[in-house]
Each structure stands twice: as C-alpha cells, then as structure tokens.
C-alpha cells in the first residue's frame, strides 16, 4: 500500500477536503461560541468585532458570493495554466503543476472559505440569537486570509508559467528518486551471485492493467523475513502489466498461502515518485518540444542537456541489472531488476539525437552532458558513455554542418574522450559528402 505521502501528492482532491472538513468544524466551533459564550464574553471583547444578527446576515452574504467568486476564477486559472502547460511544454507536464502543494493548499483555502461562510450564514438566525455574534468577524478575517493568499497564487502561478521554473523542479523530481535508490542500495544490497532460492516457486500475478505505480521494496524485504520467503521481482517499476501477467516468483515453503498486493500499486498512469525512467523522460519531453519545428528553442534545450549530464552521472552510481535486498540478518530477500546503463543513456538520448541532429548546438551540448555525466560516474561507466557519444555521432545530419561547425564539435568530443580515458574520434569521417 501506497505511504500516505504519496497518496496526498496524487491525490489532489483530498488536500481540499480536509480543509472543507476544517471549514466546518470552525464553522460549528463558531456557532457554539457565540451560542454559549458571547454573551458572557461581551464586557471583554471590543465592540467593534460584534455585530447584529440582521448585519451579519448582510455580511455573510457578500461574503459568501464574494468567496464563490474568487474561487470561480482560481479554478479557471488553474485550467488555463494546464492547458499551456500542455501545449508548449509537455502532455506530461501539467501534472506537476496541478499536483504542487501551493495549488492544492490554495484551491482548499478557497474552498473553506466559502463552505465557512456559506453554513455560518444557514446557522445565524434572529430566532436563535438574540444578542450580537462573533461568527461575522471570523468570516472577515478568514476572508482576509483569502486575499492574501490569492496574492500569493498570482506570485506563484505568474513563476511558474516560466520555463526555468518546470525543469527545476523536473529536476528535482528525479533528484528525489535518485536519493530513494541510492539510500536503499546502501542499506540492502548483495551481489547478484547470491541469489539462489531452493524453496518452492509460486506466482503472483496482475489482477487489473495498469502501470507499476508503486512498489514497496523495503516492506517485500520485511515481509519476506517475517515469512521466511525469497521473493523475484519480475516487473519494473513503470512497466505496464496486462491481467494475467507474471508480477513476482514467490520461493516458499509447500502450503503456504501469501498475498502481497499490498505492497504494489497499478494505476492507468505513471507516475514520477518512484519510476526514475519516467522522471527522466519528462525532463527529455520538454528539451524535445522546445526545437519541435513550430518552437525552435535550442537554448532551452540546451540548458535541459546540461543538467540531464548530472542527473545521469549521479546515476552512474547505482547499481543496475539485478539487484539482490537483504535483511538485517544478511538472508537474500528480494530480486530486483533495474535497467542497465546502456540503456538509461540510450532512452535519454535517443529521441534527443533524432530531433537536434541537424543543430550543431545541440548535438555539441548532447557531448558536455555526456562529458558532465563522465566527471560525475564512476570510472566503470565511462565505456558505456563512450559509446552513447558514438550512436550520437552516427546520427547527425552531415548535410547541414558546416567546416567550423565540424572543428567546434571535434573539441567537445576530444573532451569527452580524454574524460574516459577512450581514442577519440575524427570527425573527418563523418565529414565525407
């Protein structure tokens, strides 16, 4: 089962339900307040924050159209950022923006702030109270509270229109889910060698289409131990499953009976929080629209290579393939199977090399960023992206480099070669006409 952070991030209905469900506990809170206690309160309270019953009707009533009003206009601000969102960066994009905490947080301020004055006005009437109420001020301030907020959301959205601000926290994304694996391979991990299971197999497998939304690796390793059970993986992580097909090889003990859907998630879409090739392709999505023929944007494509450089070189530290967790009494618990890193470097080049292999400045940012992934991998990595830099090379468009673009290039790639300790390349080769 999904951790409930996840399921808050996805989720972007449940951050304004809370704040309805808030909204109206303040709204009985405040009824019963001024129902039992301001009366006896009023010497202590200025009387500038007390009203009529018949003027806070009045208010109230502004209040709520007002508040409907507001809240009208945020949703069809939030629409029209995702329908941008859409069309000049990515189909993938908007997602980030929808599911951010401020755009959750402001749609359910708005929403308690309607819901708070809309009950207050049902429950204020003359043949309840017969002396002034508090409810009125709480509705002002809590209205106050709405503006301000709605200023800030002019800020935020007005920020995050801008191209800068998406990759920056694309990159984030996958930074976090870099960190997850990282952290995990250093507390659980052995050498695949190890892997050999002698009790009897079984399958589990997929009850619905879907992709791989979650997994729960550390819970299978747990789960394993306390049953005393192998478990092989077979799936990965954003991989789409049909009903029927294999998930996972169960080794245990004859009549046992074992369940473990609860530790995976399939969903209709993919999702970025633990699926680092999807974190990574919405980051390449948006440097392969910006020189789609209807923008021609290289620059942003080129800063996206960049970074792409360190994300990929950081990467170079997990260890990919199969994967074996232990427990804590170093039992082999779990097989896993990542991708290997020919084929990270591959799925994040190949549509990139296909669009820019007729611009010499991107075709000269894909060999920096292969050069930063180098300086950041470690020194077993350094064939594989040798090689990357090759395909790359092989599927530029001679046609339209000219003689300096030529030069410019073989220097970035005799950088790149002398970072891998490999023979470089002359590009006369590919000069030929």
């Not at 924050?49 to 601000?77: D, K, N, P, R, Y």
């Not at 789609?292 to 800063?303: A, C, E, L």
């Not at 960049?306 to 074996?324: A, P, Q, S």
Request: aromatic share 12%; proline share 3%.
């Amino acid at each position: 089962m999904k951790p409930i952070s996840y399921i808050l991030k996805e989720k972007v209905w449940v951050t304004p339900a809370l704040y309805s469900i808030g909204a109206i506990l303040l709204s009985l809170a405040s009824f019963y307040l001024d129902m039992y206690f301001t009366e006896r309160l009023q010497n202590y309270i200025p009387q500038i924050f007390l009203t009529s019953v018949e003027v806070g009707q009045t208010i109230l009533g502004i209040l709520t159209a007002a508040m409907l009003t507001m809240t009208t206009f945020t949703f069809s601000t939030v629409l029209v950022v995702l329908t941008m969102y859409t069309s000049q960066f990515s189909p993938r994009a908007p997602e980030n923006f929808i599911r951010s905490r401020s755009t959750k947080h402001v749609l359910g301020i708005f929403v308690a702030g309607f819901i708070f004055n809309l009950l207050s006005l049902l429950y204020i009437r003359e043949d309840i109270f017969d002396h002034e109420i508090l409810t009125t001020t709480i509705g002002i301030l809590l209205v106050f509270f709405c503006i301000a907020t709605f200023a800030y959301y002019i800020h935020f959205v007005a920020t995050n229109i801008q191209i800068s601000t998406l990759i920056n926290k694309l990159i984030d994304d996958a930074d976090d889910v870099i960190s997850q694996y990282v952290e995990l391979q250093d507390e659980n991990f052995v050498s695949m060698e190890n892997w050999e299971p002698v009790k009897k197999q079984e399958t589990l497998k997929a009850d619905s289409a879907g992709y791989i939304q979650f997994l729960d690796l550390v819970g299978l390793v747990k789960f394993a131990q306390k049953q005393d059970i192998q478990i092989d993986v077979i799936v990965k992580i954003g991989e789409y499953v049909y009903e029927g097909k294999p998930l996972m090889h169960i080794y245990t003990e004859g009549g046992k009976s074992i369940t473990l859907n609860r530790f995976l998630t399939i969903g209709n879409e993919q999702t970025a929080e633990q699926d680092l090739g999807y974190a990574i392709q919405k980051i390449v999505e948006v440097g392969i629209r910006a020189i789609s023929p209807g923008r021609q944007d290289p620059n942003t494509t080129n800063d996206i290579l960049i970074r792409l450089g360190r994300l990929l070189g950081k990467m170079g530290h997990l260890k990919t393939d199969d994967l074996v967790l232990t427990d804590d009494q170093e039992m082999n618990r779990v097989l896993y199977r990542f991708s290997p890193y020919r084929d990270i470097l591959y799925r994040a080049y190949y549509q990139l090399s296909y669009q820019g292999r007729s611009d010499i400045s991107v075709i000269s940012s894909m060999t920096e960023s292969l050069t930063v992934t180098a300086a950041l991998a470690p020194k077993m990595r350094h064939e594989t992206i040798w090689k990357t830099q090759l395909y790359i090379l092989e599927g530029i468009n001679k046609e339209a480099l000219k003689e300096a673009d030529w030069a410019y290039l073989q220097k970035r790639v005799d950088e790149l070669a002398e970072m891998t300790a490999q023979k470089t390349v002359d590009l006369t080769i590919y000069n030929k006409k």
